[in-house]
């Protein structure tokens, strides 16, 4: 069965949470453009043009964009 994610907006107009409906990440996963990262979710993520930066835990990631970016075009690439 595939994880199921709700996307919840966060104090933070750049900042996007997904919540996943069970553990999908072993412990914290934090990430920068730029940044080395041996995680394929983090690379992928990280690839999409306009995304910044990431944090997760266990069963939730927050997706953090760049100021000119916008969602209506990130979310497609993100899901």
Request: charged share 25%; hydrophobic share 40%.
């Amino acid at each position: 069965m595939a994880i199921e994610f709700s996307i919840q907006p966060t104090p933070n107009p750049n900042a996007i949470k997904f919540h996943g409906s069970e553990k999908f990440l072993e412990g914290r996963l934090s990430a920068r453009v730029g940044d080395d990262s041996d995680s394929p979710l983090a690379k992928a993520l990280l690839s999409i043009d306009g995304v910044e930066s990431i944090f997760g835990f266990e069963n939730f990631i927050t997706v953090n964009k760049t100021n000119d970016s916008d969602w209506n075009d990130l979310m497609p690439e993100i899901q």
